[in-house]
């Protein structure tokens, strides 16, 4: 089995005609995206690396149980940002900077005041935000990260700044928490060391630095996993996964990390 997984390239108006290396624009393409076909031994989980040279739209995505009511199955989406680069004055939208209603939210998408109402966070390359489901957010201009998200494709926007694509209001707005951002859910990440980022409750994504320790393989142990190299020297039973791409193992012991080698490995929960 070839563990590396196809690789899609997504054009975005808001995108980039420079990448940061290892990737490569097509000329005259501005490339928003960079995603990782989903195996079938993990479909559940989709890997993104997002380059935003002008902001995203402000949205929010239904949690499993909306989805569910709905009768559209188990199609809720959490995700995960760890910012890899950031150029001066970049910050991401997350939440309020104070509880906000329905009816408020709504008028302030029609007008474009939403983008006041929400906490504007500077960022730099290392800081990491967990984004729970029903988390009104947008990514500003000048950000790479990478993101680890439940696999979903429902996504409502509240505003984009004027650009001809379809709102979806009324069904944003009935699953959108007008709530300000916990603390809890983002912090900088150590540039070096092993680090547990998110343990639940719907996937778990580590950041390893070399070989995993024995407590993180007892964890993963029995489970297929996803390997993100960010760094030269991680393979997958027993072939090279460069930087910029992503693989599939069986197990965590199809996995070896050269010593002094980055890599986020995650799995579901």
């Not at 926007?157 to 699953?175: F, K, M, N, Q, T």
């Not at 029995?222 to 460069?242: F, K, M, N, T």
């Amino acid at each position: 089995m070839n563990p590396i997984l196809p690789t899609r390239s997504v054009a975005k108006p808001w995108g980039r005609d420079v990448l940061p290396p290892p990737f490569e624009a097509p000329a005259g393409e501005r490339i928003g995206e960079i995603w990782f076909e989903p195996p079938e031994l993990l479909p559940g989980l989709l890997v993104k690396y997002i380059f935003a040279s002008e902001a995203l739209s402000v949205q929010v995505h239904p949690s499993d149980a909306q989805t569910e009511a709905m009768g559209l199955g188990h199609q809720g989406k959490e995700e995960c940002w760890l910012v890899i680069a950031a150029e001066p004055g970049a910050v991401l939208g997350i939440g309020f900077r104070e509880e906000v209603s329905g009816e408020q939210m709504r008028a302030a998408a029609l007008d474009g005041s939403i983008e006041e109402l929400m906490a504007w966070h500077p960022v730099k390359a290392g800081d990491f935000f967990y984004i729970p489901a029903n988390t009104v957010h947008a990514i500003g201009a000048g950000v790479s990260l990478i993101e680890v998200q439940q696999n979903s494709d429902i996504t409502y926007r509240l505003y984009d700044y004027g650009r001809p694509r379809e709102l979806h209001l009324d069904a944003g707005i009935a699953v959108a928490k007008g709530e300000v951002y916990a603390p809890k859910w983002h912090r900088p990440v150590e540039v070096r060391g092993e680090d547990t980022l998110v343990s639940g409750p719907l996937f778990r994504l580590d950041r390893i630095d070399g070989p995993p320790s024995e407590a993180l393989r007892l964890d993963y142990a029995g489970h297929p996993l996803l390997v993100i190299p960010r760094e030269i020297g991680v393979s997958v039973g027993g072939i090279d996964v460069a930087v910029g791409e992503c693989a599939i193992a069986r197990d965590i012991d199809e996995v070896a990390v050269q010593g002094g080698a980055l890599a986020l490995i995650t799995r579901p929960l």
